[in-house]
């Protein structure tokens, strides 16, 4: 799996509708009227600015953790990575997402996809965890 990168544009607001009181996944209250919220995307998603970026995901070895193909990462490089995180690495010449484990002799950066190996890391390899995924932005 490549990733695409972008930096976030420092400032910007993203303004956009917002129904406070919930959204019922039963049968809808006819007594709820529009409610005229609105609500930054950016303060939602994004906790510390100058640190974050986000990525285009290329590829398919996160799809059991239901990242997909096309999904847009929101990439925090100030989160301590721990195991079992999902982080973006910097591997041998390119980024590449995946689950991380961190062992007691080694690293290793584990797909959810079972049609992808396991990548064990080694002082061979070119390597650094470059930042760690918050929150997928994905179509429906």
């Not at 809808?28 to 990525?55: H, M, V």
């Amino acid at each position: 799996m490549n990733v695409e990168m972008y930096q976030l544009e420092q400032g910007s607001e993203f303004l956009v509708p917002y129904i406070g009181s919930g959204i019922s996944a039963g049968f809808p209250s006819p007594a709820l009227d529009y409610e005229d919220l609105r609500i930054d995307l950016n303060k939602e998603l994004i906790k510390n600015p100058l640190s974050t970026f986000f990525g285009r995901v290329r590829g398919v070895s996160l799809q059991d953790a239901g990242v997909d193909d096309g999904d847009i990462m929101v990439i925090d490089k100030s989160i301590r990575p721990a195991d079992g995180m999902i982080a973006v690495c910097y591997l041998d010449g390119e980024f590449t997402a995946k689950r991380i484990r961190i062992l007691k002799d080694c690293m290793q950066l584990v797909p959810a996809n079972p049609d992808y190996p396991v990548i064990t890391v080694t002082a061979d390899n070119d390597f650094v965890i470059w930042g760690i995924v918050t929150y997928i932005i994905k179509s429906v």
